[in-house]
């Protein structure tokens, strides 16, 4: 049986923001939040990005992280520089915000 396709997150954390490709089923499952939170991030506003527009805008990095996540259910960033970020994607383009922590 096929893997679904990971999602792209554009999350905001305490310390700016991260993109990251998932091939959990959603952002809030306990295993990833376990991860996030043993990187010291407790709380986090993020949005689902589509996908194939992360692979244009990120093409080289894209093809690396994804056959990273090939195998196995995890979470892999994409890219850490907020200014790069911020400047990749429009506020725009950002639909709902999924929002975990007190």
Known sequence: MP???P???LIF???GPILALSSYPKLTD???IEKLHYKGIDKFMAYQVD???VEKRYPNA???TLADLQDVQDFRVLDFNGHQ???NFSLDELGD???FGA
């Open 51 to 53: 996908l194939d527009v």
């Open 7 to 9: 999602r792209a997150y």
């Open 62 to 64: 894209f093809e690396a």
């Open 97 to 99: 915000p999924i929002k």
């Open 3 to 5: 893997r679904a396709r």
């Open 13 to 15: 954390t305490g310390s």
């Open 30 to 32: 306990e295993r990833l």
């Open 85 to 87: 970020i911020m400047a």
